[in-house]
């Protein structure tokens, strides 16, 4: 299990979920699930401002399809990304590409794919008691990274385990809506990493966690290239994962599990659950009420 409260710098996952512009994205209120897609290309000579070609982003709220795609054609080169997210397959696709023409100078291609969602378990009738119990995500990608001189490959995938409720400020950071330490600061568990270079084929990736109480989760993956070339040169990179991160999930032994969206592979609707009831301390005050208003009519009858 992998706890938080200290771990290392996410400085490099900020450098992806950065490019956080305000853009047209509208969040629904509050967020419990979502599927969210941004492209950006950027070079040294060219303006960074939300809108195409630099910034092109797309988000569902209802957890079904987002895709983006952008292409930058700059002085040093061309950058082309593009992407999607749909939580309703626990799918994401990411791939980002560059290349530079013969001239000194820095141009970059990112791309990133979001999905999350709100879990909740329960045990027959009755919310599901966590204890130590350990449930676990399963990531299985299909990637490849090529890079010439020149040319960098700034990849990665996290997940992030988090405290019922925080997924609507982890979306909303996403659009510059929120701030980081309003998600981060409750976090259960997480699995982070930058891809190794080179990258080819299936790579799969087991996350065991024990959150200890229901949560929330997001899962990201980014592609990202760039070239800085000091020189007059020709590069190219490429980070290529559209064919594609997979996720699944398994709960705790006797656990049923239902999401928020009601669209993850092997999950409930939340609206299906079954309905809170009475804790057994609260049937007993009850109980008493009902025996004490029993003998004060009781009472009041002999006194007649």
């Known amino acids: 299990m992998l706890k938080v409260r200290q771990y290392p710098t996410v400085a490099s996952i900020l450098v992806g979920a950065l490019l956080v512009l305000s853009s047209t994205t509208a969040f629904a209120d509050p967020v419990a699930f979502f599927s969210y897609s941004r492209s950006v290309g950027q070079s040294a000579s060219t303006p960074y401002v ?3 070609p630099y910034y092109v982003d ?35 696709k990411a791939l980002a590409q560059v290349t530079s023409v013969a001239q000194a100078g820095y141009v970059s291609a990112f791309q990133r794919a979001d999905i999350g969602d709100s879990f909740r378990s329960f045990q027959g009738a009755s919310p599901f008691i966590w204890s130590g119990n350990e449930a676990a995500f399963t990531m299985t990608v299909t990637g490849s990274t090529s890079l010439t001189a020149n040319a960098s490959n700034g990849s990665q995938l996290f997940m992030w385990i988090l405290e019922p409720g925080r997924l609507d400020y982890y979306a909303r950071w996403l659009n510059g809506e929120a701030t980081f330490s309003e998600w981060n600061d409750h976090v259960l568990a997480f699995h982070f990493g930058p891809w190794p270079t080179p990258v080819s084929g299936d790579i799969t990736i087991p996350f065991n966690f024990a959150p200890g109480m229901d949560f929330d989760w997001a899962l990201g993956l980014i592609a990202l290239t760039e070239i800085n070339s000091p020189t007059p040169s020709t590069a190219s ?5 559209f064919n594609t991160l997979d996720l699944t999930y398994a709960g705790p032994a006797g656990a049923t599990t239902y999401s928020a969206s009601g669209l993850f592979p092997e999950t409930l609707n939340l609206a299906d659950a079954p ?19 029993g003998l004060a009519r009781r009472r009041y009858r002999l006194g007649e």
């Open 237 to 241: 990179g490429v980070a290529d994962f």
């Open 275 to 293: 309905q809170s009831v009475d804790e057994p301390s609260s049937i007993a005050l009850l109980t008493l009420g009902l025996v004490g208003m």
């Open 58 to 92: 797309s988000y569902d709220p209802n957890g079904g399809l987002a895709t983006s795609e952008t292409t930058l054609n700059a002085s040093e080169g061309t950058a082309f990304a593009k992407g999607s997210a749909d939580l309703g397959s626990g799918k994401l």
């Open 50 to 52: 939300a809108g195409p």
